[in-house]
């Protein structure tokens, strides 16, 4: 541009001067040659970006000069202005101040040492009537867009104290020096607020964790935000909107859902009454990784273990090594996974899942050891035969594994239909796949018991014939014998 503007200004040259016009158009087309070259997805110039886009609409800043602001910051932060002293409404009582919560980030839930980390924007606003100017006065022209603010410093103003009551590690008691927005007059008259102040923070908070259901357990943590010393005879807290941004989540837990209220609670240590605006943060771990590096192989384990017993006692050897096998692979599953159990001193969902795959494991191998016990010894030659003895055995284990397997699942069925339907709990597939799966090992268990009930049936009945002609053949053996008693 400045070559253009010198090159369409000849008269500023001097008549004595030589003729520079052929080394000028020597520079301009290698200027336009260079240009051209250059590779326009990267461009080097700001000002060309935005001058080959004509319909870019830039905001106007709302300042006219640089003596006007400097003139309303020094009428506003005149020594008068005493930052620690609150601003009192004209109308007197007490002054309200609105509180909002940006969520951004779920740092880390720890639910052993009951800790919660989150990062959150602190939306505060207020009155003060101290900081009130005409923008038309100001700067001669009135501020239209709500975006028209200025920006002050946190330490020259005053601020209300209101925290994290429930955060742990105190850091927001350090003033961060974030800085906050001060509007004009006719913004204070549509919303009754002139100071906006955003604080960017990580807190650190209490929360009590309930791992009844691990690894299926839902969460809920409550987030107290009030005055540290202010009682609401002097300062009243007012909810406001509160923002999180999209999928606020760990690798663990997911928050699902929040909700605020406004609560008025005592003092510890004075007769006061506060204001604490409460949310309620409800969270949901992500199962997946339990359920297919867990549940699922555990499961299957118990179910082959089961298995075993439909093997023949002519097979004894090889079912009772299967059997053990399977005993050991339930334990070699427990060890392997036990660092991803929380180490707390409560009974869970996933200690009961694995005692009891443990026992049916055990109570399957020790049925076949009975039964190929109580056929070497011939333990009663007119009582059930060993055969019979098995498939009693079966039914018992079998209907024992239905029932654990049912009272296992019934608890935790409905919510994991829930969250299969749902992209931001458990994993739609695994969730789809475990329901899948226990519903099969039912299905099977129940066939299992019926086949074995209808062979044991059967059974039954060839032994109940048996028995009737053992018992008449016996009854004709002693009738002559009884009749030769009688005539003697």
Same mark, same amino acid.
């Given at each position: 541009?400045?070559?253009?503007?010198?090159?369409?200004?000849?008269?500023?040259?001097?008549?004595?001067?030589?003729?520079?016009?052929?080394?000028?158009?020597?520079?301009?087309?290698?200027?336009?040659?260079?240009?051209?070259?250059?590779?326009?997805?990267?461009?080097?110039?700001?000002?060309?970006?935005?001058?080959? @886009?004509? +319909?870019?609409? !830039?905001?106007? $800043?709302?300042?006219? =000069?640089?003596?006007?602001?400097?003139? %309303?910051?020094?009428? &506003?932060?005149?020594?008068?202005?005493?930052?620690?002293?609150?601003?009192?409404?004209?109308?007197?009582?007490?002054?309200?101040?609105?509180?909002?919560?940006?969520?951004?980030?779920?740092?880390?839930?720890?639910?052993?040492?009951?800790?919660?980390?989150?990062?959150?924007?602190?939306?505060?606003?207020?009155?003060?009537?101290?900081?009130? @100017?005409? +923008?038309?006065? !100001?700067?001669? $022209?009135?501020?239209? =867009?709500?975006?028209?603010?200025?920006? %002050?410093?946190?330490? &020259?103003?005053?601020?209300?104290?209101?925290?994290?009551?429930?955060?742990?590690?105190?850091?927001?008691?350090?003033?961060?020096?974030?800085?906050?927005?001060?509007?004009?007059?006719?913004?204070?008259?549509?919303?009754?607020?002139?100071?906006?102040?955003?604080?960017?923070?990580?807190?650190?908070?209490?929360?009590?964790?309930?791992?009844?259901?691990?690894?299926?357990?839902?969460?809920?943590?409550?987030?107290?935000?009030?005055?540290?010393?202010?009682?609401?005879?002097?300062?009243?807290?007012?909810?406001?909107?509160?923002?999180?941004?999209?999928?606020?989540?760990?690798?663990?837990?997911?928050?699902?859902?929040?909700?605020?209220?406004?609560?008025?609670?005592?003092?510890?240590?004075?007769?006061?009454?506060?204001?604490?605006?409460?949310?309620?943060?409800?969270?949901?771990?992500?199962?997946?990784?339990?359920?297919?590096?867990?549940?699922?192989?555990?499961?299957?384990?118990?179910?082959?273990?089961?298995?075993?017993?439909?093997?023949?006692?002519?097979?004894?050897?090889?079912?009772?090594?299967?059997?053990?096998?399977?005993?050991?692979?339930?334990?070699?599953?427990?060890?392997?996974?036990?660092?991803?159990?929380?180490?707390?001193?409560?009974?869970?969902?996933?200690?009961?899942?694995?005692?009891?795959?443990?026992?049916?494991?055990?109570?399957?191998?020790?049925?076949?050891?009975?039964?190929?016990?109580?056929?070497?010894?011939?333990?009663?030659?007119?009582?059930?035969?060993?055969?019979?003895?098995?498939?009693?055995?079966?039914?018992?284990?079998?209907?024992?594994?239905?029932?654990?397997?049912?009272?296992?699942?019934?608890?935790?069925?409905?919510?994991?239909?829930?969250?299969?339907?749902?992209?931001?709990?458990?994993?739609?597939?695994?969730?789809?796949?475990?329901?899948?799966?226990?519903?099969?090992?039912?299905?099977?268990?129940?066939?299992?018991?019926?086949?074995?009930?209808?062979?044991?049936?059967?059974?039954?009945?060839?032994?109940?014939?048996?028995?009737?002609?053992?018992?008449?053949?016996?009854?004709?053996?002693?009738?002559?014998?009884?009749?030769?008693?009688?005539?003697?």
């Amino acid at each position: 541009q400045n070559v253009v503007t010198v090159w369409r200004h000849p008269s500023a040259w001097q008549a004595n001067e030589p003729n520079f016009a052929p080394m000028m158009w020597l520079l301009i087309v290698f200027v336009a040659v260079a240009c051209a070259s250059v590779d326009g997805s990267k461009p080097i110039n700001v000002t060309a970006v935005s001058f080959h @886009f004509p +319909s870019f609409d !830039a905001p106007i $800043s709302p300042f006219v =000069s640089q003596q006007q602001l400097e003139a %309303l910051y020094d009428d &506003l932060l005149r020594p008068s202005y005493n930052k620690n002293m609150p601003p009192v409404p004209r109308s007197g009582g007490a002054i309200n101040v609105g509180v909002g919560v940006n969520f951004v980030k779920l740092k880390s839930f720890d639910v052993v040492s009951g800790t919660l980390t989150l990062v959150v924007h602190l939306r505060l606003c207020w009155r003060d009537d101290r900081l009130q @100017f005409n +923008s038309q006065k !100001a700067f001669r $022209s009135s501020w239209n =867009s709500p975006a028209d603010r200025i920006v %002050l410093n946190s330490n &020259l103003v005053w601020n209300p104290d209101v925290v994290f009551l429930n955060e742990v590690d105190g850091r927001q008691f350090r003033h961060d020096g974030a800085p906050l927005l001060l509007t004009d007059d006719r913004f204070l008259e549509k919303t009754g607020v002139n100071v906006l102040w955003q604080r960017p923070l990580e807190i650190e908070t209490k929360c009590r964790a309930d791992l009844s259901m691990f690894p299926f357990d839902s969460q809920s943590c409550e987030l107290r935000i009030g005055s540290w010393a202010t009682s609401r005879q002097y300062l009243q807290l007012e909810p406001q909107q509160l923002y999180t941004e999209n999928n606020i989540h760990t690798q663990e837990f997911n928050m699902t859902d929040v909700e605020v209220k406004k609560a008025i609670v005592q003092g510890n240590v004075s007769l006061e009454y506060f204001d604490q605006v409460v949310f309620s943060l409800q969270f949901q771990r992500f199962a997946h990784y339990h359920v297919i590096h867990f549940i699922l192989p555990m499961l299957t384990v118990t179910m082959m273990a089961i298995g075993t017993m439909w093997m023949g006692r002519d097979h004894v050897g090889p079912r009772v090594n299967a059997g053990m096998k399977m005993v050991l692979a339930v334990l070699t599953v427990s060890f392997i996974t036990a660092r991803q159990r929380p180490p707390v001193g409560v009974d869970i969902w996933l200690d009961k899942f694995q005692t009891h795959c443990f026992l049916l494991t055990v109570v399957s191998v020790a049925e076949g050891m009975m039964v190929d016990f109580i056929g070497d010894t011939k333990w009663c030659a007119y009582c059930l035969s060993v055969s019979v003895l098995d498939r009693l055995g079966r039914v018992v284990v079998v209907s024992a594994a239905w029932a654990v397997v049912e009272w296992d699942f019934s608890s935790v069925s409905w919510e994991l239909e829930q969250r299969g339907r749902q992209t931001d709990g458990i994993t739609e597939e695994s969730s789809d796949l475990l329901i899948s799966f226990v519903q099969g090992v039912l299905y099977l268990l129940a066939a299992f018991a019926a086949s074995s009930i209808a062979s044991l049936f059967y059974e039954l009945l060839v032994f109940a014939r048996k028995w009737r002609s053992h018992q008449n053949a016996h009854q004709h053996q002693e009738l002559p014998t009884t009749v030769g008693k009688a005539v003697v």
